[in-house]
């Protein structure tokens, strides 16, 4: 999120924090509670850790988190912001190094982006609010519905096409993905466009023969380009809980996946999993999505989303 | 790296080995991990806290049986808490209502409602001969009432015409006056997903709501919802009412956590369980099934009755009297190969049997899946007409010929023979035994199958 974002600070702040808002809501009152005249004993961090595990950072991450935090503090009066705060800096440590907006080189053209997740997570939907921003940005895209599988996911993702008036490779139902990547790969090249999204049909990460017909998009697009696809983007959904962690680790070995972008930040579900995620696997997350209009993507950031986790104003 | 709360929960109780009455000692200790183990599994920590409190209660003190050891004895235990929990009974979808009976499908995006809408559509008319009509209530995404036009389409089931402009309510109410005139026994109304502190979009279906007065109102979760589904449960229960729950997904490998937090936080049964991509993936929820499936203990009657409903009653016919002349040839592998294909896979069917979490994991691991029984399938094919009913036959030079004609190593084939040996020889023994003896005992590897399974 780059120059157009800049112009309007204010509005992409906003945004974010409105998303983020009811996901800390709860957490923030929670801490509150437990700390107003308290020590910070163990039952104190028993509590702290509960909190982090229902923002689905799970047991194991909550627990070390909380051990850390309560080293050095350990049976001191400690003020409610002040653990907020010290809480906020454990977690935005694990997500810095990963937190790496989605760059777009221009030497590779058209540059390729395959887009994979598990059915429902937001794909589709992403695609188009990625096509806003890249056109925003100058760039010429165009999209491929690489989704041949599910009912009127073609249709879907032409829709978005039509909204950002940007051109959409298709096929039948049922058609071969690989092929459809090929073809679109083709006309982007001859249309000379900059961008190529391609959509892949939602899938879980334990159906193996789904799993060997993404790597097989992946071997015919290589074909084209080694070099492609230049960035593997997973969608991950907030509300997904600690099953997002295989599925980075299935799809990271089966699809090769460059980088993250968590959807649905705007509910109640905190996210909390990408704590996990930034800890097990060495995957910058690029983006989240905090909201249904096609300007709702916004590029993440580890010290707004840990104080956001966390219930501290940004 | 993330084992399966049946695993995890198996190792736990593993360590229990002393007899006598339970020690409360031990009993929290093992509490801790059940504890760990659940929220790993992303059931909802209100939830795992009654749970273990109640469960601890419940496990200090009680005298060990016999015949059992204290781990097993802890593990049945929170097995019938667990499915108490669950829901004591199974419950399916309720049609007792003046015809035609309006079903409302509501969730958050991508849950998966317009799949379980259809699913749930193929089910009523195969199932249950009911006439049904589908119409989409889902404005907001692109394609949406386009998806479900198709969907219709495939399985054969009218849906509303879509006008395009026409606000949920107005369609709500036109799909009722539809389906009376047409004479439908269901309506089943599909909505946009929706966040549950959306108000606006949340007022629009208590609109639809009463507009419709449906008899059943199912709520779609995908069954890899963590922590947020207590919040997600219990708003949609609080403010729209539900009568129902649909639990998504079940065919991934995050198993167990959401369908136990939803039963506790609704009060309402989970009705219908998705179970995979095509659209009869769709099951019956059975609390006792899911429960001992959870801890390990295999879900044999799933099993049994699944087989029963894919195996043909002619061909089952035809096995049963070569069963007593103990012959099992490569036609008859082969169609136990297909048949299995039909069931699922060896993922699916391994799943369903007890003791085989871990030889499933490790096949996961060692990469030997579903590809193998292709593989094996192609073997056979490669074979002639003879070579299939007398496997006596495959000397060096066919095994050669056939590797080659199937694109295996000739390891491979000699493998299949010795399946296909131990599974005669097994035969050979049930046929003895005459009826019954055909299901392996709880932790025993299925006669035929060791040789799938990497030692």
């Not at chain 1, 709860?26 to 308290?38: M, N, P, Y």
């Not at chain 1, 990271?252 to 704590?275: E, F, H, N, P």
């Not at chain 2, 889902?138 to 089931?157: N, T």
């Not at chain 2, 890899?224 to 403010?239: E, I, M």
Request: proline letters at 3%.
């Amino acid at each position: 999120m780059t120059e157009d974002t800049i112009g309007k600070k204010k509005g992409w702040f906003s945004r974010l924090k409105d998303g983020l808002k009811r996901s800390s809501t709860a957490l923030s009152g929670g801490i509150g509670d437990i700390f107003v005249k308290r020590k910070l004993d163990a039952a104190t961090i028993e509590e702290l850790e509960d909190l982090l595990i229902m923002s689905d950072l799970g047991a194991a991450v909550s627990r070390a988190v909380c051990e850390k935090l309560s080293k050095n503090r350990f049976d001191k009066e400690i003020a409610p912001e002040e653990v907020q705060a010290a809480l906020a800096r454990e977690i935005a440590e694990i997500l810095r190094p990963v937190a790496t907006p989605l760059n777009i080189e221009a030497d590779h053209k058209p540059y390729i982006i395959l887009m994979v997740g598990v059915n429902g997570s937001g794909k589709t939907t992403t695609i188009g609010k990625l096509a806003k921003k890249f056109q925003k940005e100058g760039k010429s895209v165009m999209l491929g519905a690489g989704d041949t599988f599910r009912a009127a996911a073609i249709e879907q993702l032409q829709v978005w096409g039509d909204r950002n008036k940007v051109p959409v490779v298709s096929g039948k139902v049922g058609s071969d993905a690989a092929g459809l990547a090929y073809d679109a790969i083709q006309r982007a090249r001859a249309e000379n466009s900059d961008i190529l999204m391609i959509d892949t049909a939602g899938r879980l990460q334990n159906k193996s023969h789904l799993m060997a017909e993404l790597s097989k998009i992946i071997r015919v697009i290589k074909k084209q380009d080694e070099a492609a696809p230049h960035a593997t983007l997973l969608v991950l959904d907030a509300t997904t809980g600690q099953n997002a962690v295989q599925q980075a680790k299935v799809f990271q070995q089966a699809a090769d996946v460059s980088g993250l972008i968590m959807t649905k930040l705007d509910g109640t579900a905190r996210g909390g999993v990408l704590v996990s995620i930034a800890e097990k696997f060495d995957l910058p997350i690029h983006a989240i999505g905090v909201g249904e209009s096609i300007d709702d993507l916004q590029s993440f950031d580890a010290d707004d989303f840990s104080k956001m986790l966390v219930g501290l104003e940004i | 790296m993330f084992d399966s709360l049946s695993d995890k929960l198996g190792g736990i109780f593993d360590k229990l080995k002393r007899r006598g009455a339970l020690k409360e000692a031990d009993v929290r200790q093992a509490m801790r991990e059940v504890r760990v183990a659940l929220l790993e599994a992303d059931v909802a920590l209100p939830v795992v806290k009654d749970f273990i409190a109640s469960v601890t209660e419940r496990a200090v003190g009680q005298e060990v049986m016999k015949s059992v050891s204290p781990g097993q004895m802890v593990v049945k235990i929170v097995n019938d808490h667990l499915t108490e929990m669950l829901g004591s009974d199974t419950s399916g979808i309720s049609l007792a209502a003046v015809a035609p009976v309006p079903i409302l499908m509501v969730g958050l995006q991508g849950s998966g409602k317009t799949t379980s809408a259809a699913k749930i559509a193929k089910r009523l008319k195969e199932k249950e001969n009911k006439k049904v009509m589908m119409a989409s209530l889902d404005i907001y995404r692109p394609a949406a009432m386009e998806q479900l036009k198709i969907l219709g389409e495939q399985i054969g089931v009218p849906t509303l015409p879509i006008i395009d402009g026409q606000l949920p309510v107005d369609i709500a109410k036109r799909a009722m006056t539809a389906a009376k005139l047409q004479g439908m026994d269901v309506i089943l109304l599909d909505t946009a997903g929706r966040l549950h502190i959306d108000q606006t979009l949340m007022a629009e279906i208590i609109g639809v709501r009463e507009a419709v007065t449906p008899h059943e109102t199912l709520l779609v979760v995908d069954s890899l919802t963590g922590q947020d589904a207590v919040n997600v449960a219990q708003s949609f229960s609080d403010q729209i009412g539900i009568t129902g729950v649909v639990l998504t997904r079940m065919d991934g490998d995050g198993r167990g956590g959401a369908a136990l937090s939803m039963r506790a936080v609704t009060g309402q049964p989970i009705k219908l369980v998705g179970t995979g991509e095509k659209l009869d993936d769709i099951e019956e929820f059975h609390p006792e099934r899911v429960a001992s499936r959870i801890l390990g203990m295999g879900d044999v009657v799933s099993l049994v009755e699944k087989a029963a409903e894919t195996i043909e009653a002619a061909e089952a016919e035809v096995m049963i009297k070569k069963m007593k002349k103990g012959q099992f040839d490569f036609d008859d592998l082969r169609a136990q190969l297909r048949q299995m294909k039909k069931l699922g896979g060896m993922s699916s069917i391994l799943g369903m049997l007890p003791g085989i979490g871990k030889a499933q994991k490790k096949m996961a691991n060692a990469n030997i899946d579903d590809s193998l029984l292709k593989r094996q399938e192609a073997i056979i094919n490669s074979m002639t007409p003879m070579e299939r009913g007398r496997p006596k036959l495959l000397n060096a030079s066919r095994k050669k010929r056939i590797a080659s004609g199937a694109g295996v190593s000739v390891q491979e084939i000699n493998k299949l023979i010795k399946m296909q040996k131990q599974m005669a020889v097994m035969m050979k023994k049930m046929g003895k035994m005459g009826q019954g003896g055909g299901m392996p005992l709880p932790g025993q590897i299925p006669p035929g199958m060791e040789g799938l399974i990497p030692k």
